[in-house]
């Protein structure tokens, strides 16, 4: 070892030099990013991204879904290796940081230990998961998913986009379909740095969250059978608008937002998919793709009783008939207490302002909690905005996080 270790710190001007070559590629339609997930951009990204990991001297493997995996070899590598990483997909308007500058921030951290000559006991793999937004390819968080056994391989390769493309197809296009298996394997820790994607850090002028657990959140697409009629021919007492049916439950989910809002609870109808979708013809079927969220599993468990007797009087109004055709979850799961202490300690040693928080947005560290100790840091991006092509940061807002983190992994790995 060269430097003491609780002096090392990030290269600051390589890592936003880094950040930015990311923003490049794919641009958005005024700023930011438009890097939808397995699509030609991001195959471009994630050459770049194997290179610098090449370059930086850790073994490269793509797993069956897509994600990538570099690692950094330790002195025992018979050990499970600390987990490192994030996502470099974005929304179909997105920021620079999104997912982005965790996997980035762990590059730098892995450069930082390289050239001052840092060896660990375990070895450091960094992670881009593959598909994290569920912009393209429904549900978010897919291949974390299938790395930590919540969805099955199968399944999540037949994922289709709008298109009517399967994950399977286009990963294969773009040659990422790796022959590594999904996840089986042991992980000794997960650690997951990302924006806030909130408000209360940059109002509160801290640069360092803290995430001790996440909003719980449930999410379904709801299939609702209509039939068709002609539009003119038709009463209005026989019809059974699959599109009406629709209306009545996205209104009566954001009303159950509204209701929840005090206690910070939130509803969101993002998708709606109706066929046949055309003019003078009532149409016969419709998926919906919703959420809501509590900061408490009670909460949400409550949501959940109200939404599913509106579902009800929706479909009842409208003559329809309704039923969840899928259902997905997360939030629930609890971030580890030593890995979240390991954070603390690295960031009061750096003398780095934190507080703890929750995180009211989905990430990968929800599902790696079902299999290794996991913990996530936040750092502040302006105003809270994202999932806008708007949603910024400053440079300085983002190095405490990054250099707490390669902390709190060093310590770990030191383990
Ligand atoms: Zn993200």
Redesign the pocket.
């Known amino acids: 070892m060269t430097a003491r270790p609780n002096e090392l710190r990030i290269n600051e001007q390589r890592f936003w030099d880094t950040m930015a070559r990311s923003g490049e590629i794919g641009k958005g339609r005024t700023a930011g990013l438009s890097r939808l997930a397995l699509g030609d951009d991001d195959k471009q990204m994630r050459d770049l991204f194997v290179g610098w990991c090449r370059d930086a001297g850790l073994e490269v493997t793509v797993d069956a879904m897509g994600s990538i995996f570099a690692r950094r070899p330790g002195r025992d590598n018979g050990l499970p290796p600390v987990l490192v990483g994030?996502?470099l997909d974005t929304q179909i308007a997105a920021g620079n940081y999104?997912?982005i500058l965790g996997v980035l921030g762990g590059l730098e951290l892995i450069r930082t230990l390289n050239d001052a000559g840092i060896e660990t006991r375990r070895p450091i793999e960094l992670v881009d998961w593959a598909n994290?937004?569920g912009a393209r390819f429904n549900p978010p968080m897919l291949a974390s998913g299938v790395f930590a056994g919540v969805n099955k391989l199968d399944w999540a390769l037949g994922r289709t986009d709008l298109q009517g493309k399967t994950y399977g197809e286009e990963l294969k296009r773009i040659g990422y379909a790796g022959p590594a298996p999904v996840g089986g394997r042991p992980v000794d820790a997960y650690f997951e740095l990302?924006?806030e994607?909130g408000p209360i850090l940059d109002a509160r002028k801290i640069p360092v969250g803290v995430v001790v657990g996440g909003y719980a959140t449930r999410g379904m697409r709801i299939r609702i059978h209509g039939e068709c009629a002609h539009a003119g021919g038709a009463a209005m007492d026989v019809r059974k608008n699959a599109l009406v049916g629709a209306a009545y439950l996205i209104v009566a989910l954001n009303e159950l937002g509204w209701r929840y809002h005090p206690e910070g609870g939130r509803s969101t109808a993002v998708q709606i998919e109706v066929w046949p979708n055309l003019t003078g013809i009532l149409p016969e079927s419709a998926l919906v793709t919703l959420d809501f969220r509590h900061p408490t599993v009670a909460g949400v468990e409550k949501m959940k009783t109200e939404f599913d007797a509106a579902m009800v009087q929706a479909a009842e109004r409208a003559q329809v008939r309704m039923e969840i055709a899928e259902a997905w979850r997360f939030g629930d799961e609890a971030f580890d207490k030593d890995c979240i202490g390991l954070i603390k300690s690295a960031a009061d040693e750096l003398k780095i302002p934190c507080i703890e928080m929750l995180s009211q947005?989905g990430?990968d560290a929800y599902n790696m909690t079902r299999i290794c100790p996991t913990a996530m840091i936040f750092a502040p991006c302006d105003k809270g905005i994202s999932h806008n092509e708007n949603e910024t940061m400053a440079p300085e807002d983002a190095y405490p996080g990054v250099n707490v983190l390669m902390h709190a992994v060093l310590a770990r790995a030191n383990r």
């Open positions: 994030s996502h999104d997912g994290e937004e990302h924006i994607q947005a990430h």
